[in-house]
């Protein structure tokens, strides 16, 4: 009956249990409070609504488009941080990682006076081409790319490392060129490390508020995302709110299983 | 194919100048740390080096790692996990510019050769150690590289399974006309499959010769307990005997009066059905008694014995004048 019994290093001490389980209460029941608050009959009624169906669109469309960015941008960054030595390394990926942990909402002050009409970036790009960021789609995107870049250059830098450099050694020796080394060895060899660092990518985009309505504002159809939506609605309605949020909650979480089984798996399970 | 011909320094780690006849095989011993892997990775470009190292006319050490055309098989192979045997033999072929196809027949060809064509689908952790070495020689020699290293490649495997592999091994070399580099620190691996043996000791070259050579005659204290010989220098002479040769007695032995030593003894270990023990004398030796005998005089280490060899069992030779680094033929 005793622990001790059972664990011959003795029971765990209820200094480490207690704050273990008071940690579990507080993550859990918030959301198990909003999944019980929600007015379940009038779900429905309330998911078919315009603006629902238009910001959850533009959610996953945005969050998608960014986390293609992070890809496309992040991986050669990623490697670069991971593989090269270079004088200002440290510097660099610590300037990479601002952007973590910077308030968003200061992330959207300092999109708008980069990319702004009157930005140092944004009025060239206005007078040249008569496109600007702010208040469209794109600045959307832009805003997602901002705040979830360090996220991803971060987690795929992580992958990269831990795939031993050995392999780039072995490669080599077999004629490789470090670009054919990285598409055949690298890459496959991080691969499930790039794919959660992308599903963190796209969970940030998804939930990003501060920067998005700072940068852009809140026009339905354009820059309206799912957090935006659910932040002016609550102002008037909050069983809508609830109904929206659980929305939201149910995507992410979705989002993440299926990728979890897809992709997330040990490297030698994958065929 | 043509042989090779190496005089290279990698600052403050190796520095070795020796040549190889196309086709042999040069096994390089010597202690942890004297710079063997040093060496072979310095030939496959993997560190820099300084001087020259040329094969068919064509100085290694002037072209990056990828452009040598140097197979190597690593310590602990590195086969690619992600990618089956066949697809870990092609990727040589493939990496440089062989179509698919060509590449995967020529890779099949290789696992077929060596015995493990029907696992040419599996990924590396689905092998088992000897059958993941068999790939990692397919593919190190697939490409026919202008030169093969080949870094301590019984490391870690079963027993058997190594010897098993070295006499296959020996038998895939014989077919190879280029030059192959065989780091060890196993004597047995150059014995069985080296023409030539270079001792490296603390970075630098302690002798070089054919195994039986290296073996009875060892030029060095190192050398001679890396064969597992004693030997003892007078002068311009070296006297070399084994440690089976060895009497421990603890009373001072009668006659042969010039060749006997007293010391402490420093290690007791077993060897084979034997007892090797190490006495701290001068020099350092080894002698290997038989364990009734260990126990009977009470070897344990800080035990004073004493230690004599017969004038019949030692052989005697002259400490070559000439620097070592040259294959004789």
Redesign the interface.
């Known amino acids: 009956m005793s622990t001790s019994l059972k664990d011959p290093l003795g029971g765990p001490p209820a200094l480490l249990m207690v704050p273990a389980v008071v940690a579990v209460l507080l993550l859990v029941v918030p959301l198990a409070a909003m999944v019980a608050a929600t007015d379940w009959p009038g779900l429905p009624a309330q998911l078919r609504t315009e603006p629902l169906r238009e910001a959850l669109w533009l959610s996953i469309l945005t969050s998608t488009i960014a986390v293609a960015f992070c890809l496309v941008l992040g991986l050669p960054l990623a490697w670069v941080l991971a593989r090269l030595e270079f004088r200002g390394r440290t510097l660099l990926r610590a300037l990479v990682t601002v952007p973590l942990v910077l308030p968003p909402v200061v992330a959207g002050v300092a999109l708008r006076t980069a990319f702004g009409r009157t930005g140092v970036l944004g009025e060239p790009l206005l007078d040249l081409t008569g496109f600007g960021f702010p208040f469209t789609t794109w600045g959307v995107v832009l805003a997602h790319v901002f705040v979830s870049l360090p996220f991803v250059v971060i987690s795929i830098e992580g992958a990269f490392r831990s795939a031993d450099p050995e392999y780039d050694v072995a490669a080599a020796t077999l004629g490789a060129t470090r670009w054919t080394t990285f598409r055949r060895v690298t890459v496959p060899l991080a691969l499930p490390g790039i794919a959660a660092g992308l599903v963190l990518g796209w969970a940030r985009s998804l939930g990003e508020f501060g920067a998005t309505i700072t940068f852009n504002g809140n026009y339905p159809g354009v820059t309206q995302t799912m957090p935006n939506l659910i932040y002016v609605t609550r102002q008037s309605d909050e069983d809508a709110a609830l109904a929206l949020s659980l929305v939201m909650l149910i995507v992410s979480v979705g989002v993440l299983l299926a990728l979890r089984d897809r992709w997330l798996g040990t490297p030698g399970a994958r065929t | 194919m043509t042989g090779l011909e190496v005089d290279l320094t990698v600052p403050g780690r190796v520095t070795a100048a020796f040549t190889a006849e196309p086709g042999s095989v040069l096994a390089i011993i010597g202690p942890n740390g004297a710079g063997k892997s040093t060496l072979v990775r310095a030939l496959?470009?993997?560190l820099p080096a300084e001087g020259r190292a040329v094969v068919g006319g064509t100085d290694l050490l002037s072209i990056p790692?990828?452009?040598?055309?140097?197979?190597?098989v690593?310590q602990g192979q590195?086969l690619?996990?992600?990618?089956s045997a066949v697809d870990n033999v092609a990727?040589?072929p493939r990496?440089?510019g062989v179509p698919r196809a060509d590449a995967d027949r020529a890779a099949q060809a290789w696992l077929d050769r060596l015995g493990i064509g029907e696992l040419a689908a599996r990924?590396p952790?689905q092998l088992s150690g000897g059958q993941a070495q068999r790939v990692a020689i397919a593919?190190a020699l697939v490409?026919e590289p202008r030169l093969l290293l080949l870094d301590e490649p019984f490391t870690g495997l079963d027993v058997k399974v190594a010897m098993a592999l070295r006499i296959e091994l020996g038998r895939h070399l014989a077919a190879y006309d280029g030059v192959t580099l065989l780091v060890t620190h196993h004597a047995l691996d150059a014995l069985t499959i080296a023409d030539h043996v270079l001792v490296l000791d603390e970075g630098e070259v302690a002798q070089i010769g054919t195994p039986s050579e290296v073996s009875q005659r060892p030029r060095t204290e190192h050398v001679a307990r890396l064969v597992g010989l004693n030997v003892v220098r007078e002068e311009r002479t070296l006297t070399a005997f084994t440690p089976e040769a060895v009497a421990v007695s603890l009373d001072e032995p009668v006659g042969s009066p010039r060749l006997r030593w007293r010391g402490a003894v420093v290690d007791v270990s077993p060897h084979g059905d034997a007892v090797r023990v190490l006495v701290h004398a001068t020099p350092d030796l080894i002698a290997d008694v038989t364990p009734a005998a260990a126990t009977e005089l009470g070897l344990v280490p800080g035990r004073e014995v004493w230690l004599s060899v017969k004038e019949t069992a030692v052989r005697r030779y002259a400490i070559d004048p000439d620097p070592p680094g040259t294959v004789a033929p």
């Open positions: 496959a470009g993997l790692a990828r452009e040598r055309q140097v197979g190597m690593f590195l690619f996990p992600h990618l990727f040589g990496s440089r990924r952790q593919r490409s």
